[in-house]
């Protein structure tokens, strides 16, 4: 357990609903990633939050998703509309932006799953 | 754009035999290379490389960078058939909010 903490960790909904993933970082980190994976892929970059503040969204995020952090830790994305090529895992995770040589980088949750039907 | 290439895709290899796991990179204002383990959950961290020749350890588990070519190894010595994973490598760049470029991953599969 990396203690980056995602719910639900699967979800599977019918084309057309929206659907909301939560991520709870580890609590001293102030950075917050969204990536996906889809199998054979490495993770994709969706999203980076700075506290509060998000600060980078990829070309992959079409309009139909929209993530937040609104107190600078938890945070949440939001599918609207989902299309089956949204099926894929949606993974989070934290940094506490001391890169650099230390160890502590940045950690993955254990994803949420999402297959739409 | 920022990219990573992993070869072979994937391998299949008996345990106690050693393999080799290679990272090419294109990126701009390189920073550090990542090598993470993933077993049908979250990816789970290995290897953080920043500098040339300077090879990392942690067990059977070993990497190393160049930063001419540039690419980076992972080797797996005297292997098991918990290594069965897939590896991925990942690329930061500076400036870039430690946001990651990952390759696509090598699956390796330890047969017994």
């Known amino acids: 357990d990396t203690g980056v903490s995602q719910n639900p960790r699967h979800k599977i909904t019918k084309r057309g609903q929206n659907v909301t993933f939560r991520c709870d970082p580890i609590?001293?980190?102030?950075?917050l990633y969204w990536y996906r994976q889809t199998l054979g892929q490495g993770p994709e970059f969706l999203t980076y939050?700075?506290?509060?503040?998000?600060?980078?969204k990829s070309r992959l995020l079409s309009d139909r998703f929209s993530a937040e952090r609104p107190k600078g830790s938890f945070s949440t994305l939001e599918i609207q509309r989902t299309e089956q090529g949204d099926s894929a895992m949606y993974l989070c995770?934290?940094?506490?932006?001391?890169?650099?040589?230390?160890?502590?980088?940045?950690?993955f949750g254990e994803g949420s799953w999402l297959t739409v039907v | 754009e920022d990219k990573v290439v992993q070869s072979p895709l994937s391998l299949v290899v008996h345990e106690g035999d050693t393999v080799t796991l290679n990272c090419s990179y294109e990126v701009t204002n390189f920073r550090s290379l990542l090598w993470y383990k993933q077993e049908k959950k979250a990816p789970t961290f290995l290897f953080m490389l920043?500098?040339?020749?300077i090879e990392k350890k942690s067990g059977r588990l070993s990497s190393i960078l160049d930063k001419k070519e540039p690419f980076s190894i992972l080797n797996i010595t005297a292997t098991q058939t918990g290594d069965s994973a897939i590896y991925l490598c990942?690329?930061?760049?500076?400036?870039?909010?430690?946001?990651?470029?990952f390759g696509k991953g090598i699956t390796l599969s330890v047969r017994p």
């Open positions: 995770a934290s940094s506490s932006g001391l890169l650099l040589e230390r160890r502590d980088t940045i950690y």
């Open positions: 609590s001293e980190h102030n950075r």
């Open positions: 990942a690329v930061e760049a500076t400036g870039a909010n430690s946001k990651l470029t």
């Open positions: 920043t500098s040339s020749g």
């Open positions: 939050f700075q506290n509060e503040a998000q600060l980078e």
